[in-house]
């Protein structure tokens, strides 16, 4: 049984909410946030925050790596299926809906690097001047470009499909 494209879109929508709301519910306790630490790039300013979330919420946060990486193919695939099976462009627009379609998988190719890189600081010694700190904030800060931008395209489509935008 073949699933119609809205059932995918519907479906691949739903998968990324529970996850996304997981993720969110399991970290939404820390302060600073879990985005500030993301984008740090100064090192002591990375291990202020880490320090200021004590060892339950550096638990909390190193627990969440096992469902972030599945969310990174949740969110891909979410972001493939919106662009090119959710009627957002019509047939002549196939580069656009293919340019649409491969910013989150790639923004999935930088959320990876992020993690890796702060698995990598996490098993390492706490308080290191590393140079995995600034690359693991350029690998976020790519990410989150690429998902703004997903989000404000997707958002303009939709609302050009309502009718509500002459764009």
């Known amino acids: 049984m073949e699933l119609s494209s809205r059932t995918k879109v519907i479906l ?3 998968a990324f909410c529970l996850s996304q709301a997981y993720l969110i519910g399991s970290l939404h306790s ?12 100064a090192p002591d300013r990375y291990w202020e925050i880490l320090k200021l979330w ?8 190193h627990d969440h790596f096992s469902a972030d990486f ?3 193919g949740i969110f891909s695939l979410f ?21 649409l379609g491969v910013m989150l998988p790639v923004a999935g190719v930088f959320d990876l690097g992020e993690n890796l890189l702060q698995l990598l600081l ?21 990410k989150w470009a690429l998902v703004v931008a997903f989000s404000w395209i997707s958002a303009q489509r939709v609302l050009k499909r309502l009718g509500f935008s002459s764009r």
């Not at 996490?122 to 790519?142: E, F, V």
């Open 30 to 41: 820390l302060r600073p946030n879990i985005v500030e630490l993301q984008l740090t790039f």
């Open 122 to 142: 996490l098993s390492g010694p706490t308080g290191a001047d590393s140079a995995a700190i600034p690359l693991s904030a350029a690998c976020s800060t790519a």
């Open 12 to 14: 691949a929508t739903l």
């Open 54 to 61: 004590g060892e339950a919420g550096r638990a909390a946060y």
């Open 79 to 99: 972001g493939y299926l919106l662009a090119h099976h959710a009627g957002l462009f019509d047939p002549d627009e196939r580069k656009k809906a293919w340019q």
């Open 70 to 72: 599945m969310h990174i």
